[in-house]
């Protein structure tokens, strides 16, 4: 089957109210064409119904119906009558005109009408017709009076034409009137079309113009707006995600690299010399299995970030984070052989070590001590020696100390809600802090403040990352607080645990 060409919906609004409209001229012409038509011969059959002829109409059956006197003037009438004697037989006929009279036969066997019931007869030639009524006389005898249909049928067809041309008018009209108020309601609809076109150039910073909400082609300009909104800032992601893919990439090959590089040299250098002294081979040796280490520790942190991203499998549990606190602090004061003071103290800022209580919270415990030790080890890796490194530990609310973005504080996670209860720990350092560029950044992965810093005092950059990511597996966040001058106040936000 051949399917004809669609329509746009300007034809089909154009056409549709078209129809409709001329359907509704139409049926009102109709009715007032039948009831004026009604009207008409119920007018004549009325006439017809009220006429009456006088008794001396009927005196002498010999003699004419009538008998003008001489000099008389006749009145002009469209009446006609016809008279039917008692046998039946046509006796004469009244009324005088140009027109052809009613066609009626000469007995009333054959005359075909109803005694009292008007019905419509055909003239003795052309195309005229009469309407006629039966009658009773006197003493038998009967008549048919007639009033011919020319007026009511003239009448008719003047009304017919001036329907036709009235519904001619009428549909051309809407036609014309139709498309301009349809283009005039679409023109909202074409302005979205040409935007839309304008949208795949490359231009999705384009939005439309007609967002009424009292109009439904506003409140489809403002779905679609918000459509491009949320694609636009889907785009944007993607193109971030993109680059951070391809920058953790080339940062992840860049330092894997270096202690490869060190390894081949120290590889092809033992080649290439096998007779060198045992000093040196042992300098080599200590040398490849340094770098050796270095790769493995990189590549076991960037398991790690993928395990994290991918499905972090934390033990569940209660977590006292003051003696999860105090072991770090602990395990710090070994290592760093007292260069650095290191104290524990509560989140108010208080330093009797009797205010300390117990906080708890929900969580795996290996995982929240390796966040605090590498936050205690970062404190005691990049600021000077002597210089005094805080931890305290508390609980608060979101908004007060913790858990609401302000001037000077970052983190890689979304604010906590306001109000929420929360507990923390706070390491804090008196260090030279951080300009608001860096601490920016200071949460990326492979990102290192100084990138001329030895790596062997440095580490790979993955440290915070690793943090941050397991902070928001335990439905809480990392964030900072520094300013130059001011030194670092690393805080780590937890949910408070319901008892």
Same mark, same amino acid.
């Given at each position: 089957?051949?399917?004809?060409? *669609?329509?746009?919906?300007?034809?089909?609004?154009?056409?549709?109210?078209?129809?409709?409209?001329?359907?509704?001229?139409?049926?009102?012409?109709? $009715?007032?064409?039948?009831?004026?038509?009604?009207?008409?011969?119920?007018?004549? &059959?009325?006439?017809?119904?009220?006429?009456?002829?006088?008794?001396?109409?009927?005196?002498?059956?010999?003699?004419?119906?009538?008998?003008?006197?001489?000099?008389?003037?006749?009145?002009?009438?469209?009446?006609?009558?016809?008279?039917?004697?008692?046998?039946?037989?046509?006796?004469?006929?009244?009324?005088?005109?140009?027109?052809?009279?009613?066609?009626? *036969?000469?007995?009333?066997?054959?005359?075909?009408?109803?005694?009292?019931?008007?019905?419509?007869?055909?003239?003795?030639?052309?195309?005229?017709?009469?309407?006629?009524?039966?009658?009773?006389?006197?003493?038998?005898?009967?008549?048919?009076?007639?009033?011919?249909?020319?007026?009511?049928?003239?009448?008719?067809?003047?009304?017919?034409?001036?329907?036709?041309?009235?519904?001619?008018?009428?549909?051309?009209?809407?036609?014309?009137?139709?498309?301009?108020?349809?283009?005039?309601?679409?023109?909202?609809?074409?302005?979205?079309?040409?935007?839309?076109? &304008?949208?795949?150039?490359?231009?999705?910073?384009?939005?439309?113009?007609?967002?009424?909400? #009292?109009?439904?082609?506003?409140?489809?300009?403002?779905?679609?707006?918000?459509?491009?909104?949320?694609?636009?800032?889907?785009?944007?992601?993607?193109?971030?995600?993109?680059?951070?893919?391809?920058?953790?990439?080339?940062?992840?090959?860049?330092?894997?690299?270096?202690?490869?590089?060190?390894?081949?040299?120290?590889?092809?250098?033992?080649?290439?010399?096998?007779?060198?002294?045992?000093?040196?081979?042992?300098?080599?040796?200590?040398?490849?299995?340094?770098?050796?280490? #270095?790769?493995?520790?990189?590549?076991?942190?960037?398991?790690?970030?993928?395990? /994290?991203? #991918?499905? *972090?499998?934390?033990?569940?549990?209660?977590?006292?984070?003051?003696?999860?606190?105090?072991?770090?602090?602990?395990?710090?004061?070994?290592?760093?052989?007292?260069?650095?003071?290191?104290? /524990?103290?509560?989140?108010?800022?208080?330093?009797?070590?009797?205010?300390?209580?117990?906080?708890?919270?929900?969580?795996?415990?290996?995982?929240?001590?390796?966040?605090?030790?590498?936050?205690?080890?970062?404190?005691?890796?990049?600021?000077?020696?002597?210089?005094?490194?805080?931890?305290?530990?508390?609980?608060?609310?979101?908004?007060?100390?913790?858990?609401? &973005?302000? *001037?000077?504080?970052?983190?890689?996670?979304?604010?906590?809600?306001?109000?929420?209860?929360?507990?923390? $720990?706070?390491?804090?350092?008196?260090?030279?802090?951080?300009?608001?560029?860096?601490?920016?950044?200071?949460?990326?992965?492979?990102?290192?403040?100084?990138?001329?810093?030895?790596? &062997?005092?440095?580490?790979?950059?993955?440290?915070?990352?690793?943090?941050?990511?397991?902070?928001?597996?335990?439905?809480? #966040?990392?964030?900072?607080?520094?300013?130059?001058?001011?030194?670092?106040?690393?805080?780590?936000?937890?949910?408070?645990?319901?008892?």
């Amino acid at each position: 089957m051949i399917r004809g060409r *669609p329509r746009s919906l300007r034809s089909r609004l154009v056409w549709g109210v078209t129809l409709l409209a001329a359907a509704a001229v139409l049926t009102a012409q109709t $009715i007032g064409f039948l009831v004026l038509h009604s009207w008409l011969l119920n007018r004549v &059959d009325q006439q017809l119904s009220e006429f009456v002829l006088p008794g001396r109409a009927f005196a002498d059956p010999a003699d004419p119906p009538v008998r003008p006197a001489p000099g008389s003037v006749t009145l002009p009438s469209d009446f006609r009558v016809t008279f039917y004697d008692a046998s039946g037989q046509e006796r004469g006929t009244l009324g005088r005109g140009t027109k052809p009279g009613p066609d009626l *036969p000469r007995s009333t066997d054959e005359i075909g009408l109803t005694r009292g019931r008007e019905a419509a007869v055909p003239a003795e030639s052309g195309g005229g017709r009469w309407r006629a009524l039966w009658k009773d006389g006197f003493d038998g005898t009967s008549y048919v009076v007639a009033l011919p249909l020319d007026t009511v049928e003239g009448a008719m067809s003047k009304l017919l034409a001036l329907n036709a041309v009235v519904l001619a008018v009428a549909v051309v009209g809407l036609i014309t009137v139709g498309r301009w108020v349809v283009r005039l309601g679409l023109l909202p609809l074409t302005r979205m079309e040409h935007t839309a076109q &304008d949208i795949p150039a490359g231009d999705l910073s384009l939005r439309l113009s007609d967002t009424d909400p #009292r109009t439904e082609t506003g409140r489809l300009g403002t779905v679609l707006n918000d459509m491009l909104d949320r694609l636009q800032q889907a785009l944007r992601q993607r193109e971030f995600s993109e680059d951070r893919l391809r920058r953790f990439v080339a940062d992840a090959g860049h330092e894997l690299r270096t202690p490869l590089t060190s390894i081949r040299g120290f590889a092809e250098l033992a080649l290439r010399h096998p007779d060198r002294p045992a000093a040196q081979r042992r300098e080599a040796d200590e040398q490849v299995a340094k770098n050796a280490d #270095r790769m493995n520790l990189l590549v076991d942190d960037l398991l790690l970030l993928a395990k /994290l991203d #991918r499905e *972090p499998e934390y033990r569940t549990g209660p977590v006292d984070l003051l003696s999860l606190a105090a072991d770090a602090v602990s395990a710090a004061a070994v290592r760093d052989a007292g260069d650095h003071r290191v104290t /524990l103290s509560p989140l108010d800022g208080t330093t009797d070590d009797s205010e300390l209580d117990v906080v708890e919270t929900v969580g795996d415990a290996h995982r929240l001590l390796q966040v605090v030790t590498n936050l205690l080890s970062n404190a005691l890796v990049h600021t000077p020696p002597g210089t005094r490194v805080d931890v305290r530990v508390g609980t608060t609310r979101a908004g007060a100390a913790a858990g609401a &973005d302000r *001037p000077g504080r970052t983190g890689a996670a979304p604010s906590l809600d306001e109000g929420t209860p929360v507990c923390v $720990i706070e390491v804090a350092d008196q260090g030279p802090g951080l300009p608001p560029e860096e601490a920016e950044r200071i949460f990326e992965r492979f990102y290192r403040v100084d990138p001329s810093r030895s790596r &062997d005092h440095g580490g790979g950059g993955l440290g915070l990352a690793i943090a941050s990511a397991i902070a928001q597996g335990h439905g809480g #966040r990392l964030e900072l607080d520094t300013a130059p001058g001011r030194g670092c106040a690393f805080r780590l936000v937890l949910p408070f645990a319901d008892t």
